[in-house]
DNA sequence: GTTGTTGACTGGTAAGACCATTTCATGCCA
DNA sequence: TGGCATGAAATGGTCTTACCAGTCAACAAC
């Protein structure tokens, strides 16, 4: 009822330039609120588009873009031909790597558990989709490490960029978005860690390029055992270097 | 160019009644794609809504509902007589398994690979670690999946119910919290494509329990090798169901 | 009672038209 | 030359109308 009142006879004629924001935003947020309320419930039927035209006094663009974002947000799901219904609650809507403490061994231990097993899948897949391109790209961004370690500078740009090149390579945006967010996390704990040190450690540098090197390799003969082998080996070798420079 | 391409002249006006699945769906996931890969980054404008109509080939009224959904994700920010532009994204902050439309094949086999591969890790991991508390609260959602389907009920809180137990049989809070997302948003598709089909397909059940089954066999001998094993076939077989859903 | 058909209703999409704002090149003025 | 008004073009936001294909229930025929 508030709602009508509150959005009909819009304020788009008056010319004195009232400010309301988004239309459809406004309708979203009221039926998701009668849906939070209960006023709407699970397995109900919304009115028809056309009715929410008229009870909002908008064109129905509006109604169907207010609709697509309840759509996005997993609150309603439409069925051509019938109508459109409240599905199921709970907005577990994102994931997010929790921050744990760099001093607690046990929360790294976790963390990179589910590090390991997602990018060794990532570098497995990558062996068997991997392009050209992405071999090119993959090994640019290997190159580029090397130079930095010649260079002295610690590289982990770089090492970051080579990681992401790979995972690239399978060419499944969801593994791509995961380890991007994934990744992310890692670095800070990682700069975090080295933030703690004074020394560099570049020796273990050539390490962890020989273990990218196996990997590239692998991926180059598009061999998926070895890749992931590699990975594995890699990774667990990464983790044990945090705790090096954890301590 | 890949993309216009891919998505122009589509298939909606052919007569033979070809599935395609939302456009908007399909329009907001290949620009996501283009913004994660980098193609277009940080502070560019995308090409007008208007542009946007002709290289996908479709009405204004679907580019907009993409960009709505693009925008509640928070990737893009439309500012009026201006444009639409790519946002500060961090991938740091958080993942959110993107919605892919459910009649699109393609998309539904890169989701189920990043499911697949966390699950069955998951799996093995709860195999090696699993308490016999985990034990008692896997046999308890096997059995009331059991009791759903002699009730004649779809049972899919009951399945949700058991993969969870698997889950949070590893103890590693990060997998717990991924699969809980990743689980939610697929049970999302699998309601949307179960409510585009009228048949129950209460037959598919009983081989649905019976993966439960060797799945639970597996945990309680502790076999790693086994659980991944069983995981791996009982995830490989439930694409393939919701394959059956969609046709 | 069962079956088959019909027709109203629904979401999905298309196309064209305004509006208010932003943007930028133009040209005027100091 | 430099700064400032100006106006046309482009853009997102909204509205309108229209058609399509799917759904669903009432109704007719058997």
Redesign the pocket.
Same mark, same amino acid.
């Given at each position: 009822m508030s709602v009508s009142s509150r959005l009909t006879h819009?304020q =788009? !004629?008056n010319?004195t330039?009232a400010r309301?924001g988004?239309?459809?935003d406004e309708i979203a947020q009221d039926l998701s609120a009668k849906i939070a309320s209960g006023a709407l419930s699970v397995g109900d039927?919304?009115?028809?588009?056309?009715?929410l035209?008229t009870q909002y006094?908008? =064109? !129905?663009?509006?109604v169907?873009?207010a609709?697509s974002q309840l759509k996005s947000d997993g609150l309603v799901a439409?069925?051509?031909?019938?109508?459109?219904y409240v599905t199921q609650r709970d907005p577990t809507t994102s994931f997010r790597f929790q921050n744990f403490s760099v001093s607690d061994l046990g929360r790294l231990e976790e963390a990179m558990e589910l590090l390991v097993t997602i990018e060794v899948a990532a570098t497995r897949i990558a062996a068997k989709r991997r392009t050209p391109e992405d071999l090119k790209k993959i090994k640019r961004a290997l190159i580029g490490m090397e130079y930095a370690i010649a260079s002295d500078r610690l590289g982990d740009e770089e090492d970051y960029q080579f990681h992401q090149a790979i995972v690239e390579a399978t060419h499944n945006p969801h593994f791509i978005s995961l380890c991007q967010h994934l990744e992310a996390s890692a670095r800070n704990i990682i700069r975090q860690a080295r933030s703690n040190t004074k020394t560099n450690h570049a020796d273990l540098m050539d390490a962890v390029q020989d273990e990218h090197k196996a990997i590239y390799k692998a991926l180059e003969d598009g061999d998926e055992e070895a890749a992931a082998e590699a990975a594995s080996r890699h990774l667990y070798n990464a983790s044990k270097r945090i705790r090096i420079y954890l301590a």
């Open positions: 819009d =788009s !004629r010319g330039g309301n988004h239309l459809p039927r919304l009115p028809s588009e056309r009715d035209c006094a908008v =064109s !129905r663009a509006v169907r873009e609709l439409a069925r051509a031909g019938s109508g459109v």
